[in-house]
């Protein structure tokens, strides 16, 4: 499967992997690296004006990592922005800072005034779309009389209610922000709209505050104050007031929430509301990685219910939830069930069927686009009827899994591979000159990979027959799809010593000697090795760590394989090395 990459990924260096070190190395194990990487690339040891030059570039490249990476300062910028960081504006600044935990702090303050000057240049839209619909005709049963009156035996179905909203937010300094909304609803041919206008202001860290002004033709104009306020590290107070204007006279209302955090993954609510619709209410909110737990008690008028709600999210599969909730109170009973999956990476699509007395039966379909919404509640009958309950219930399905098939997965994956044409257009250049640069390490590598084969031979150590990188395709059915590896082979057995290789869990790529054959698309790195006298394979991820030989691979032969195959990884791998005599007269170390 392909996924896709960061402009940033694209642009940056990544000093680990090109020096083979963990993220969390010492200055000991940088320092080791360094040394190893310099004496391989250093350009006093080449005569060929070619290789020198070469030699001198990617000297530089691994002097300019290590530079990066022994700096503590540096490196914590690094660590936290790559190799941008480094050249972001207020570096004058961080430079006189002494420890990395001030580095991290002043860059994460920069960054912090670059995204608010990047917010006042744009508005924050939010929407809600919602259609009612009318569908009780599919399943209410009529006598014949009305029937035959009506002239027509197909069913009704009526749009029966609209409701639009839309908001806006603009800020206007870093602390101050104006949001203006307006909503639209209409209900059986009647209907009206309204207007609001709010000013919301931080006041420190712990808290804000925010006015609101309204106005619409079904309600009169309305004032509103609404307060937040942390009084603790796990407790916080909502307060919001309101003074509503109406031909009965100024109606207030109050509502005042008090949550705190009960643990790390549960939170506990009170909430009480004076005014139009008096209520008491208290919940408890429990979120995990795994799953979603409300339940609530409400006290009040007219409104007065129990409610039980779950949510399960799959581990495997984190774009799929199933929920279910009860709720129960003086207006009868709901059971609620359903699902929701997120079908591209800016929509979330989700089913619900609602059983209830005396409601009825209803589907309800959502669909999140971003920041907005659109929901269409469908009234299927007022009765508790079976047919109504299973076509609800497997209507969905059948035309998701049709819409999946059929609409959904050929469009993502028209796009995604438009994604990564675009990507590998825009890479073209770079993966150009990283291929070029990874040819001339080769070349820079061999005469220090021909001694250490030379050791490893006399050994009967670690000797790495065949090593490739890239895009494999075993799957018969993927049989179309163009297998695109690259030979590592010379890399990966200059970086032997002592019988062992060790690469870390950074990205292959980036190591001396390799490229990106195939940008945006999964990797994998296959090695065929010998170790004392046997052959073994391994295959890895691309960001996965690896470790030969293992120990199940100390085990020991004769050492004529050994000659053979090191006979047959010279022929392939080092055609154009210097013999021992072209090496005596060029001066070089046998």
Same mark, same amino acid.
């Given at each position: ?9 694209? +642009? ?18 940088? !320092? ?12 006093? !040891? ?28 540096? %490196? ?19 430079? %006189? ?26 508005? #924050? ?23 035959? $009156? ?25 602390? +101050?922000?104006?949001?203006?909304? *307006? ?7 009647? *209907?009206? *709209? ?29 004032? *509103?104050?609404?307060?937040? %306020? ?9 307060? #919001? ?94 059971v609620e069930y359903g699902a929701e999956r997120k079908i591209s990476r800016h929509s979330v699509l989700g089913a619900a069927v609602s059983i209830g007395v005396p409601q009825g039966v209803s589907l309800k379909v959502k669909l999140n686009r971003a920041s907005q919404t659109y929901f269409f509640p469908i009234h299927l009958t007022d009765q508790l009827l079976p047919s109504a309950v299973f076509y609800a219930t497997v209507g969905p ?89 690259? +030979?590592?082979? $010379? ?16 990205? !292959? ?9 195939? $940008? ?5 790195? !296959? ?64």
């Open positions: 499967m392909a996924t896709a990459l960061s402009e940033e990924e694209l +642009d940056n260096e990544d000093y680990y992997s090109l020096l083979n070190v963990r993220r969390e190395a010492s200055s000991e194990e940088l !320092k080791a690296a360094y040394r190893r990487l310099c004496m391989l690339y250093h350009p006093d !040891k080449h005569r060929d004006p070619e290789l020198k030059s070469q030699a001198e570039r990617l000297f530089n490249l691994v002097h300019q990592a290590y530079e990066v990476l022994s700096d503590p300062q540096t %490196r914590a910028i690094y660590d936290i922005y790559g190799k941008r960081g480094l050249e972001m504006e207020g570096w004058e600044v961080v430079e %006189r800072r002494r420890t990395p935990a001030e580095i991290r702090e002043e860059f994460e303050r920069l960054q912090r005034e670059r995204e608010e000057r990047r917010l006042q240049q744009r508005t #924050n839209p939010k929407g809600t779309i919602s259609v009612g619909v009318d569908a009780t005709d599919l399943f209410d049963r009529y006598d014949e009389e009305y029937e035959d $009156v009506s002239g027509s035996s197909f069913p009704q179905i009526e749009i029966n209610k609209m409701h639009i909203s839309q908001s806006i937010e603009a800020p206007l300094t870093a602390t +101050d922000t104006a949001i203006l909304s *307006g909503s639209l609803s209409t209900q059986n041919g009647n *209907g009206g *709209g309204s207007i609001n206008f709010a000013l919301r202001r931080v006041t420190s860290a712990k808290g804000w505050g925010e006015l609101e002004f309204g106005a619409g033709d079904l309600q009169g104009p309305l004032f *509103g104050l609404k307060l937040f %306020r942390n009084l603790t590290p796990r407790c916080f107070v909502t307060t #919001n007031c309101a003074l509503q204007f109406s031909s009965r006279g100024i109606r207030p209302g109050l509502t005042t929430v008090l949550a705190r955090n009960l643990d790390k993954n549960t939170v506990g609510y009170l909430q009480w509301r004076w005014g139009i619709q008096s209520a008491m209410n208290t919940s408890i909110v429990r979120d995990t990685k795994t799953s979603h737990f409300t339940v609530a008690l409400q006290l009040g008028i007219p409104h007065s219910f129990a409610l039980i709600s779950y949510q399960h999210k799959f581990q495997d599969d984190d774009q799929t939830r199933v929920k279910g909730s009860l709720k129960a109170g003086f207006f009868g009973t709901v399905l059948v035309v998701y899994f049709a819409m999946h098939r059929l609409i959904i997965k050929p469009y993502l994956r028209a796009q995604k591979e438009k994604e990564l044409e675009k990507q590998r257009e825009s890479a073209a250049t770079d993966v150009l000159q990283k291929k070029q640069e990874a040819e001339s390490a080769v070349r820079l590598m061999q005469e220090s990979v021909r001694r250490i084969i030379e050791a490893e031979e006399s050994r009967m150590g670690l000797i790495i027959v065949n090593a490739w990188y890239g895009k494999f395709v075993n799957d018969k059915s993927r049989k179309s799809e163009k297998v695109k590896v690259i +030979d590592v082979t $010379v890399p990966l057995q200059c970086l032997v010593k002592d019988s062992k290789l060790i690469l870390t869990e950074a990205s !292959k790529a980036g190591l001396p000697g390799f490229y990106d054959p195939c $940008v945006g698309e999964e990797k994998n790195l !296959k090695v065929l090795y010998q170790f004392r006298g046997v052959l073994h394979q391994v295959m890895v991820l691309d960001s996965e760590a690896l470790r030969i030989p293992k120990q199940c691979d100390h085990q020991l032969t004769g050492a004529g394989t050994s000659k053979r195959l090191l006979s047959v990884w010279a022929a392939s791998h080092l055609p154009q090395l210097p013999t021992w005599e072209q090496r005596r007269q060029l001066a070089l170390d046998p």
